[in-house]
């Protein structure tokens, strides 16, 4: 019943900047939080940052300072603003959505189908 679409994904040379951005539709009552992870290839998924619904933000250390998560609750929209990009921040980046749906008492996590980020001169 829930579907995020995810865009924003490409070529950026390093040093550059990258803005991502996630909507969920359907049914939804609620988002509890929305975040994002990436995978690159032969790693395992790493999480990145999340914000809640009241605008609490966690990140990882290895984007501390250099990514930044928003979000637009009114569009159930989540932003990931990507600045000083390294080869190493190459994979395929996923949105997260932690909501309920319908009338149900309790949430469910839904996943973006991935885009791909590729840094590199």
């Known amino acids: 019943q829930v579907q995020l679409v995810e865009s924003g994904g490409g070529l950026v040379q390093p040093g550059g900047s990258l803005r991502l951005s996630c909507t969920a539709s359907?049914?939804?009552?609620?988002?509890?939080?929305m975040g994002w992870a990436r995978q690159a290839p032969g790693k395992q998924r790493e999480l990145l940052a999340s914000?809640?619904?009241?605008?609490?933000?966690n990140y990882a250390d290895s984007v501390k300072g250099r990514f930044a998560i928003s979000r637009d609750n009114a569009k159930n929209t989540v932003i990931l603003q990507m600045n000083s990009l390294k080869p190493e921040d190459t994979a395929v980046y996923y949105c997260?959505?932690?909501?309920?749906?319908?009338?149900?008492?309790?949430?469910?996590?839904?996943w973006g189908q991935g885009t791909q980020v590729t840094v590199s001169s």
């Open positions: 997260n959505a932690n909501l309920r749906v319908g009338i149900g008492v309790r949430t469910h996590d839904y």
């Open positions: 359907g049914s939804i009552v609620s988002i509890n939080a």
């Open positions: 914000i809640t619904s009241s605008g609490s933000t």
